[in-house]
């Protein structure tokens, strides 16, 4: 099986092209830059928002995992979608998965969710064999905006707000898992926690501490963060827990997690 990876160099993408050739498949990667000197992986090169190189990037290929995203432009993510659906269904592309967020559809008033939400029901209408692989947060953007945060000299929270933050690495493999073998399309963290809770364990482990001040206002993203919106009691679960990745990443090490959970483990 040839899988080509949208996304592929980006922080759920290089782990996955690990994991899927780990399991035997051919990867290719699309970027828009070309192939670093002594690559082995597959490269194609070309541009989702314009179209540009996706007719050659799918060439021989029996699967495209669109990974790609970004939280500053939800307008081209959305032209995005719509270039690589147009160019999937020209190649005839046998089955076409959209990676998303546990519940986007859910996130009222912000553009990126949004976005998510309207790539889903772009994907949904295709003319293509489609599915949906929605995680949760990644504990990597967790960190990225409590860093954002800490450079105010308090911590600014909205009052309730709660996450359930995952490994990116166990992402990637119960995604390998849902494209080779038909498995879960769908990953969490192992527990939901406040942002409260994420940002006291975070400057416990970095040793540096800010005031956390709750705020509260009358937007419905924050009413839908404090209903716990971004979370799933349902999903399959985790098994790497912030504290523990916390605790690699401020010593400088990786943190992978299990390879691949058994199969239907780890629901609540």
Do not use: C, N
């Not at 070309?46 to 007719?55: R, S």
């Not at 990116?168 to 926690?193: F, Q, S, T």
């Not at 970095?206 to 009691?233: D, E, K, M, N």
């Amino acid at each position: 099986m040839r899988v080509l990876v949208i996304g592929g160099t980006g922080t759920l993408g290089r782990p996955l092209a690990r994991q899927l050739q780990a399991e035997g498949a051919t990867v290719r990667l699309l970027s828009r830059q070309p192939a670093p000197p002594g690559t082995q992986t597959e490269w194609a090169q070309g541009d989702i928002v314009t179209g540009e190189g996706l007719a050659a990037a799918m060439q021989e290929v029996d699967v495209v995992i669109h990974a790609a995203h970004d939280p500053r432009h939800p307008k081209r993510d959305l032209e995005g979608v719509r270039q690589v659906i147009s160019a999937a269904q020209h190649a005839g592309i046998g089955h076409f998965v959209y990676v998303s967020i546990v519940g986007a559809a859910d996130m009222p008033g912000l553009p990126y969710y949004r976005a998510k939400a309207e790539g889903e029901r772009l994907v949904s209408g295709a003319p293509l064999s489609t599915t949906m692989f929605r995680a949760s947060q990644f504990f990597e953007f967790v960190a990225a905006t409590l860093g954002q945060l800490d450079r105010l000299p308090i911590l600014p929270l909205p009052a309730g707000a709660r996450l359930q933050p995952v490994s990116v690495d166990e992402v990637a493999a119960a995604l390998a898992e849902h494209v080779l073998r038909g498995g879960p399309d769908r990953l969490v963290g192992p527990e939901v926690l406040t942002l409260r809770d994420l940002a006291q364990t975070w400057q416990a482990a970095r040793g540096r501490i800010r005031r956390l001040v709750p705020f509260s206002l009358p937007h419905p993203a924050l009413r839908a963060l404090a209903q716990g919106a971004l979370t799933s009691a349902d999903a399959p679960r985790g098994a790497l827990r912030w504290s523990e990745w916390l605790a690699g990443w401020t010593a400088g090490t990786t943190m992978p997690g299990p390879a691949v959970a058994p199969r239907g483990a780890g629901t609540r």
